[in-house]
């Protein structure tokens, strides 16, 4: 059973659910159909191994998804807030802010390095299983910050 970490459960944030080995969510307008944390539908998908998604945006809960290994390390010795490492070896860094714009984060150096999910955009969540079959692995438990 894949399970929601204590700093994601939060009545403010929300949640879609995903295929197990899958990173879209499956259900139509699911942004704005998100589920609480201990919503019995996303419980009963967790409990048969199904991947979840964590909605950037809600409950000013913001994610830095980082898909470059290189400067997902660099940045994790910057940040000190709860992290995630992906699959793919990425890192998502979980952070509250105000900010509510989606940026696409690109360098001339190394092309497409990942995205800052503020509003009504997913992450795959923890505990969850990429396609690759890696899981979403928590590096840094401490609180979002």
């Known amino acids: 059973m894949t399970n929601i970490p204590q ?21 139509k307008e699911w942004q704005k159909n998100g589920y609480t944390y201990h ?16 909605i950037g945006g809600y409950g000013r809960l913001r994610i830095l998804d980082i898909d470059k290994q290189n400067i997902a390390e ?18 998502h860094f979980y952070f509250l ?28 969540g923890p505990n969850s299983v990429h396609p690759n079959g890696n899981i979403y692995t928590i590096i840094n438990n401490n609180p979002i910050r």
Request: charged share 20%; glycine share 8%.
């Open 39 to 54: 919503d019995l539908k996303l419980l009963n998908h967790l409990r048969y191994n199904g991947n979840y998604g964590v």
């Open 97 to 124: 802010s105000d900010h509510s714009t989606n940026i696409i984060l690109n360098s001339q150096n190394q092309g497409h390095v990942g995205e800052l999910r503020a509003n009504n955009y997913q992450v795959v």
């Open 7 to 27: 700093q994601l459960q939060n009545e403010n944030y929300k949640f879609c659910l995903i295929q197990t080995k899958e990173k879209k969510p499956f259900e």
């Open 74 to 91: 660099e940045l994790y010795s910057k940040f000190d807030t709860f992290t995630v490492k992906t699959g793919s070896r990425g890192y």
